[in-house]
């Protein structure tokens, strides 16, 4: 449900728990009024402190002082939602922020849902729909490439690819509908060649889009890569090798791994999830059992996998099945003599040994290079949300491009080219439905 404007909400932008500094951010038609209620000694904020610091007591009902704070203000439309908005900056304790939230609710304020700040800043033209998603990135975002491309999107990224798409769309249906004002004409067949070839060049640039959808999710969530492989050939080893740290149990008792164990490392600027599963073989017992059906499931889930074996045995054939091409066989302890089974191994392989380091920079600018190559850099990036949108309008494009084709009447051309529009509006925001924001700013956190 949107909520009236009307209404000032008021909730703790920075996260639960204490630290030295919290914001408590209140925004709405009446901010200044009611923070003006609840502060202390000294000129009340109106609308000539636009972007002013002022220290000020911020007292209880019965003058006692709750907290000194740094009071900021921002006078609308000047602001992040675009309404007057008041930033008490406090001491970063739990208790008093979520005290003084609770005294401006006491002077008229209304707690905010989650994303409702952003919701009101979209609400109010300051951000479109992909700028409003690209501030939940960028809080996200783990390494330099995820940030900038978060960054490269807030600053309208898509928003910008997008509309000029529209634009193209647009002009088409101009055209198609001047013709619909003369019914008694047939289309030449030279001006439905046109349309046709317009219409089908727009679909394969959005077909180029979407093909950033990979590319931005694995920017976005990280890279999964599962090590993979029979117990104790030093799976664990090699995540800690990864990580730089211990944080798998690693011991010799083959089984130790139980269950998967997940951490996001970066790599040259890249986010990577490495999942290290428990090993694969006849498990032991049911807690084991479970173990290895999950190293299964991960092992199809993820993006790629690295099958890890050891030197000093048999390449284990177990594996030979589910390799897929893009998985690597990395052949730890080749510290130890090699099975000279490995020899004849048919598949390339990387030798590594967790022990000494060997091969573990090669192992890691491979993993690298394959999923992240020289493309140039991302300067957008496509959620699942917008990528189903440019699917739609492809598919609607497509429609009436097999209309033209068939002699169709353009009355339901331009239909077919109107809903394709409508799609890729969506993506900035325009055509969506009171539902679908809130799912997507509910998806927000409290404050944002
Ligand atoms: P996992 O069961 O596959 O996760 O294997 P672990 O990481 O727990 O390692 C199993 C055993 O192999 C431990 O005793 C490790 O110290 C040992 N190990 C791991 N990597 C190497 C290596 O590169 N060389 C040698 N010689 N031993 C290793």
Partial sequence: MVESQEETIVAVATPRGEGALAIVRLSGCHAMRIANE???RGSPVDANCDRTLLLRDILDQDGERIDQVIVT???GPRSFTGEDTVELTCHGGEYVSARIVERLVEAGARVANAGEFSERAFTNGKIDLTQAEAIMQVVSARTVHSLRAANSQMNGGLRKRVQALRE????????IEA???????DIEPETAATWEASITSISEDLQTLAAHRERSRMLIDGVSVAIVGPPNVGKSSLANRFLGFNRSIVSDIPGTTRDTVEEMIDLDGFPFRLIDTAGIRNPADDIEKEGVIRSRRTMEEADIVLITAAADQAPPEEFFQTCRKKDI??????DLELDARWHSFPSSWLP???KTGAGIGELLSLLRNKLFSSEPETRFLINMRQNDALQRCREHLNASVQMIQKGLDEELVAIAVREAIQAVES???G???EDLLNSIFGSFCLGK
């Fill in 431 to 433: 055509a969506l439905d």
């Fill in 73 to 75: 203000t921002f006078v």
């Fill in 352 to 354: 590594v040994s967790c």
């Fill in 427 to 429: 993506i900035t925001g």
């Fill in 179 to 185: 013709r619909i004002d003369f019914p008694e004409e």
């Fill in 38 to 40: 609840c502060l202390g």
């Fill in 168 to 175: 193209r769309i647009l002009h088409i249906l101009a055209q």
């Fill in 329 to 334: 066989w990395v052949v730890n302890k080749c």
